[in-house]
């Protein structure tokens, strides 16, 4: 199982930009798609981004799409989240998780097998 770790969230005005980080251990990162999600107040968990376990592959939810990138470095066990004219309704706690299993892929949670603690990010209008 892979550890997760966010980090980089917090409060930005409506128009501006974060980077979210997810730290992970584990020897076998590489082999791992990655994904990311967000939960806001009162709302269910929705999907943003996912990223394969080569990086050759990205899909975003139509959210986000344009504004949003989602990147890794297998070298380093961290994936990102680059978030550009963020909006009021990005509001929420951003959460990095891994696939089931290695090299298998899906952007549902049911498909993701571990979770970070989640990283607020707050959007003001």
């Known amino acids: 199982q892979v550890q997760l770790v966010e980090s980089g969230g917090g409060l930005v005005q409506a128009g501006g930009s974060l980077r979210l980080s997810c730290a992970a251990s584990g020897r076998t990162f590489s082999t791992y798609s990655m994904g990311w999600f967000r939960q806001a107040p009162g709302k269910e968990q929705e999907f943003v981004a996912r990223i394969t376990y080569s990086g050759a592959f990205t899909v975003y939810a139509d959210s986000v799409k344009d504004r949003f990138t989602i990147s890794r470095d297998n070298a380093k066990n961290s994936v990102y989240l680059q978030m550009n004219n963020l909006k009021p309704e990005d509001t929420a706690v951003y959460y990095c998780?891994?696939?089931?299993?290695?090299?298998?892929?899906?952007?549902?949670?049911?498909?993701?097998?571990?979770w970070g603690q989640g990283t607020q990010v707050t959007v003001s209008s």
């Open positions: 998780a891994a696939g089931l299993r290695p090299y298998y892929g899906g952007n549902y949670p049911k498909d993701f097998g571990s």
